[in-house]
C-alpha cells in the first residue's frame, strides 16, 4: 500500500461497487465526479479502467440508470443515476459489510 492508495488494490474493487451506489445514493452524477468524490473521501485514486467497467457492471444488474448528458462547447458524457433496484442493493450491502466489520473488530479480541 501506498500514501496514493490506503487500501490494498483488491479492497478496493472488492469495495467500489457499493460506494458507488452510496455516492450516487445521494444524487446523480457522471463518472470523473464520482471518482473524484470518493478520492477526496480518502479511498484514493480510482483508474478509469478499473472505474468504468465497475458502473457498466451496475448498469447491466439495473442498480444504475444513465443517460447522455450534451456537452457545453466539448464532448458529452455519460450520467449515473441510482434506479430503484440499487437503493435495495445498497441498504443489503451496507447490512452485509456492518456484519463484516463487526466481525473483523471482534476477532482476536
Known sequence: M????????SWQRAMLPMLLLAELS????HGYALSKSLQERGFGPIKGATLYP???KLEAAG???????????GPGRKVYELAAAGRAELAGQRDSF?????????TGS
Open 54 to 56: 465497475a458502473l457498466a
Open 2 to 9: 501506498s500514501e496514493q492508495a490506503p487500501f490494498p488494490g
Open 63 to 73: 442498480f444504475v440508470e444513465t443517460r447522455w448528458q450534451e456537452g457545453q462547447g
Open 26 to 29: 445521494s444524487g446523480q452524477a
Open 98 to 106: 456492518s456484519k463484516l466489520a463487526a466481525l473483523v473488530q471482534s
